[in-house]
Nanobody, 115 residues
Framework: QLQLVESGGGLVQPGGSLRLSCAAT????????MGWYRQAPGKQRELVAA???????NYADSVKGRFTISRDNAKNMVYLQMNSLKPEDTAVYYC?????????WGQGTQVTVSS
């Protein structure tokens, strides 16, 4: 069973940057898509960014131009570079791997944007 472990969250001031990492215990080269989701208190989990096997990316409108998703299949890693962070980016961020109809989730990492 594939396991995903997120890291890199923390407390950052508005306008700051963080880089989230997602380490997979197995190969992600066959994953149809890798993504980052987030869930703020009292809100539904939402897609932040995704990267498909061909390399195309998709971003939520709220993060376009600020966040960048990337994947390193050789290292089985997925990253989310987050710049110009805003208080509304505060949430638990989850890594997701999709293999056809099957999806795997990490345990999440907290990102708090506050002065």
């Amino acid at each position: 069973q594939l396991q995903l472990v997120e890291s890199g969250g923390g407390l950052v001031q508005p306008g700051g940057s963080l880089r989230l990492s997602c380490a997979a215990t197995g190969s992600i080269s066959d994953a149809s898509a890798m993504g980052w989701y987030r869930q703020a208190p009292g809100k539904q989990r939402e897609l932040v960014a995704a990267i498909i096997s061909g390399g195309s990316t998709n971003y939520a409108d709220s993060v376009k131009g600020r966040f960048t998703i990337s994947r390193d299949n050789a290292k089985n890693m997925v990253y989310l570079q987050m710049n110009s962070l805003k208080p509304e980016d505060t949430a638990v961020y989850y890594c997701n791997a999709r293999y056809g109809f099957f999806g795997y989730w990490g345990q999440g990492t907290q990102v708090t944007v506050s002065s």
